[in-house]
């Protein structure tokens, strides 16, 4: 197998990193790196106790720099394929495989999708209509890529498109930045179906202008 890396953000995971940790690890998952965030919790502590790379920041600051900086540590560590994963428990060990298929076929970064998965029926109305499918509507509209799922942050990156993605969004608008970055790049891009498990409701409305709010700032400032 290709030298795969699995990137973790997390910040105040306390509840949830140690069963990441231990589902990654009983499916052979060697290289884990959990960056964490700033986290006030026991977060660190209970990182320390497993096989894995921890990177950390003493101040929290967002997803977006997060995996910017598992990225860098993963690219410096030889990696052929870099995973980015969630802390939280949401995503599934299962699914990472058909990331790591699609990149062996040739593909530059693929992106897990919830609309075409399973869970697609669990996702709660109220975020389905009025949180996820005006995202995709923006998505397509500020970036040019067209995708089922407008802000997944299951992915996986081949070292050609980790080298060449520039993450510079230190927060959640980072997930718009990508597909623009894939535009920006010519890089070959797919989606796959993925399963999620819904802890809580996740983003809100008022998120989504948060993450345009960040988008119009970067645009202006570029």
């Known amino acids: 197998m ?3 890396f699995i990137a973790i953000p997390a910040y105040n995971e306390e509840k949830t990193i140690a069963k990441v940790i231990e589902d990654l690890l009983q499916a052979d998952y060697k290289n884990i790196i959990i960056i964490d965030d700033g ?3 026991e977060t660190v502590n209970i990182v320390k106790k497993y096989p894995v790379y921890l990177c950390q920041h003493q101040l929290n600051c967002g997803q977006g720099a997060a995996l910017r900086t598992g990225t860098e540590f993963a690219l410096k560590n030889k990696a052929d ?4 994963f969630d802390a939280d428990g949401q995503h ?8 790591i298929i699609k990149i062996k076929e040739g593909y530059d970064i693929v992106i897990g999708s919830r609309f075409l998965g399973d869970s697609y029926n669990n996702i709660p109305f109220t975020k389905r209509y009025f949180i996820h499918k005006p995202a995709i509507i923006f998505n397509w509209f500020f970036t040019g890529l067209k995708m089922t799922d407008a802000h997944s942050g299951f992915r996986a990156l081949s070292r050609k498109a980790a080298k060449q993605i520039r993450i510079t969004l230190n927060r ?15 890089l070959k891009f797919a989606e796959v179906p993925i399963d999620v498990i819904y802890n809580d ?10 993450i345009i709010a960040d988008l119009l700032k970067h645009k202006i400032l570029k």
Do not use: R
């Open 2 to 4: 290709d030298k795969v």
């Open 81 to 84: 394929v870099i995973v980015h």
């Open 172 to 186: 959640m608008a980072h997930s718009t930045e990508i597909p623009g970055e894939v535009i920006k790049n010519q």
């Open 201 to 210: 409701y996740g983003q809100k409305f008022s998120d989504g202008f948060k």
């Open 39 to 41: 986290s006030k919790d």
């Open 92 to 99: 599934q060990v299962k699914d990472i495989n058909n990331f």
